[in-house]
């Protein structure tokens, strides 16, 4: 969850990673801290609170140097404090380190160094990484920083400095992402490449248990058993401008607007129309046995788990195929007992998140194959996975998701209809799902136009503390994801439910302070739908409808309208969670809140 962002060369160090660490602050943001080393002198700089405390402390200060390491945190152990931020240091200060992950084994370390007579400043677990690659120095950083690897137990994305190896840096990674960056006569390395990207496009994903020394002019890299390896170089696709702002007040909005761009993205060179059929060439290398598949199981956190929920009604409509949807957070902890030919489907943007990535690991122990859709390309998920599909929706760094989900929507559309089209489904269907889908990005532009209109409402109603989501069936989830999307950037209380089971309870806590959103397009549901807020009208609930453009029905029934244009059902979500999406982002904006970094969060969950 936090970020880290190393370089080593003759750009202006302090901006290189102020700035890189501008573009990591999603991932953490309760402290930031930076070390330049300049020959055998390094300044140590940190600070409480988002980069922008760190960037005040340091105005002023000329801070010159040819490698520094630089870090921004989100408190696993210890609070949010001056001491507790990164990077860490030896007593002799000597070795500094920044780390992303957990060290599980820090407690009995701790105690073993403190028996030893090493004092700690700090509550962190990092703290033992620099005092026990103090302790094992001898003239050489990287052999210090491989004994400590044998060392310790979790998982870390780790960057260090030693006074006596000034021009130098060792990066080291188990579990968590490390991203070298190549450029002429400089080297980066990140948890991330959007810190970098502005530079480079030329990468080297590191891999689990390797090292690497980079210096201005040479990147060297082995294994924690001192076996040299050589990794291909790889070209990533994100660009300098997709990590900026581009006149837009905040990355969800950007990122909002540009879903019809990302969904063109996603089927871009995967679509046969005619054929009625979808390509997708990621998922060949296991074809013969997907083509058989019979059970499917979708694992995944949060935004990117509702996406599972609304795949598997489209699974269903779309194929034969058996569709469970699992948190993965719960799922590792389950008995797993799998049918023949059982595939595990994981869905992430990150392609980070720990408890995905735990589950994963967990099914394919007990024989499963694995599939993944994954923004990140080579990330662990993506890595661990036998084949998948990317997103290729570009860097996501608003917190709250919202792009990658319409995306995982699509690509989850995409791969019901390619085994549908290998099962069932007929040449007539596939041809309509395909047109239909490409008229998606278009359909979400009208969405757009009522922009204004969307604001009105939220204008109207960001004041009230609860809200209720309904939906049924395939907008069932989008009920989940709209009432996740306000609830986390605008701290506003928010249910979202299936909407035949608001009798059963919800209903007693409706009255005219509580807003219920009903997503209610033209499907099979909508007459349930109608009976469900009429429910909520006799109860003088404020009723707020997500419905079909031209309905006039449900314009009599309830106080606030916003059209989505007609498609076919199993596509609905796709733009029936833009107006909820919007509906968030504009009431986080009436209450003022911090809308890309809200409070708690951070946008790549790496602790389990
Ligand atoms: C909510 C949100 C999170 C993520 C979840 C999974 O807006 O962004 O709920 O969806 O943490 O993250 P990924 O998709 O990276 O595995």
């Known amino acids: 969850m936090c970020g880290i962002v190393c370089y080593v060369g003759p750009r202006d160090i302090k901006s290189v990673l102020i700035e890189g660490l501008k573009q990591l602050e999603y991932r953490g943001y309760d402290s930031a801290g930076i070390a330049v080393q300049n020959g055998n002198r390094i300044a140590c700089y940190r600070a409480v609170g988002k980069i922008v405390e760190l960037e005040k402390k340091i105005a002023g200060i000329e801070i010159i140097g040819e490698s520094g390491i630089a870090h921004t945190r989100w408190a696993t152990h210890g609070a949010p404090t001056e001491e507790n931020a990164h990077p860490h240091r030896d007593g002799k200060e000597n070795v500094y380190v920044i780390h992303n992950g957990i060290i599980e084994n820090y407690h009995s370390l701790r105690r073993r160094l403190q028996q030893e007579g090493v004092h700690f400043r700090s509550e962190t677990d990092t703290e033992v990484l620099a005092h026990l690659i103090a302790l094992h120095y001898d003239g050489s950083l990287s052999e210090a920083v491989r004994k400590t690897m044998g060392q310790v137990e979790g998982t870390f994305g780790i960057a260090v400095i030693h006074r006596n190896e000034p021009g130098r840096i060792v990066v080291a990674r188990r579990g968590s992402p490390l991203i070298i960056g190549l450029s002429d006569g400089s080297h980066f390395a990140a948890s991330d490449v959007s810190a970098m990207v502005r530079y480079t496009n030329q990468v080297i994903h590191l891999q689990d248990n390797e090292l690497a020394v980079l210096t201005k002019d040479d990147v060297s890299i082995s294994t924690v058993q001192a076996v040299s390896v050589k990794r291909v170089v790889e070209t990533v696709e994100w660009r300098g401008e997709d990590v900026e702002l581009n006149g837009f007040p905040h990355f969800m909005l950007k990122e909002i607007y540009e879903q019809p761009n990302t969904i063109e993205n996603a089927m871009r060179g995967r679509l046969e129309p005619a054929e009625g059929v979808p390509k997708l060439g990621g998922i060949m290398p296991v074809w013969d046995r997907l083509k058989d598949c019979r059970h499917l199981v ?71 194959s694995l599939l993944g859709i994954v923004n990140v390309v080579g990330s662990s998920i993506a890595r661990e996975t036998d084949a998948g599909v990317y997103n290729h929706a570009g860097p996501e760094i608003g917190v709250a998701s919202t792009k990658i989900f319409t995306s995982q929507l699509t690509i989850l559309t995409l791969l019901a209809l390619l085994l549908g089209r290998h099962q069932n489904l007929s040449l007539t269907d596939g041809i309509e799902a395909i047109r239909a889908l490409q008229r998606i990005p278009e359909q979400i532009n009208a969405i757009f136009a009522q922009a204004n209109h969307i604001e009105a409402i939220a204008e109207n109603y960001y004041r009230c503390s609860n809200w209720l989501f309904l939906g049924r069936k395939y907008n069932y989830p989008i009920a989940m994801e709209g009432a996740l999307k306000l609830k986390e950037i605008s701290y506003i209380h928010a249910e979202g439910y299936p909407a035949g089971e608001m009798k059963h309870g919800p209903i007693a806590l409706v009255n005219p302070e509580m807003p219920t959103v009903a997503i209610v397009p033209q499907d099979d549901m909508y007459e349930k739908m109608i009976s469900n807020i009429q429910e909520v009208k006799s109860r003088r609930g404020p009723v707020i409808a997500v419905a079909t453009q031209g309905d006039a029905k449900i314009r009599e029934l309830v106080d606030e309208v916003i059209e989505i244009p007609p498609t076919l059902s199993f596509l609905n979500p796709i733009l029936t969670v833009i107006p909820c999406q919007l509906l968030a982002y504009y009431c986080a904006k009436f209450l003022n809140r911090d809308i890309d970094q809200p409070r708690n969060l951070a946008k790549s969950v790496t602790v389990e």
Not at 316 to 321: A, C, D, M, S, Y
Not at 338 to 364: H, R
């Open 298 to 368: 979708i694992v995944a956190c949060g935004t990117s788990f509702y996406a599972g929920c609304v795949g598997r009604y489209v699974f269903e409509k779309l194929t034969e195929i058996d569709v469970q949807v699992e948190l993965a957070s719960e799922f590792r902890y389950r008995k797993l007992n799998f049918p023949p030919n059982t595939f595990i489907l994981a869905l992430s943007q990150s392609g980070e998140t720990a408890d995905t990535l735990a589950a994963i690991k967990e099914a394919k122990r007990k024989g499963a």
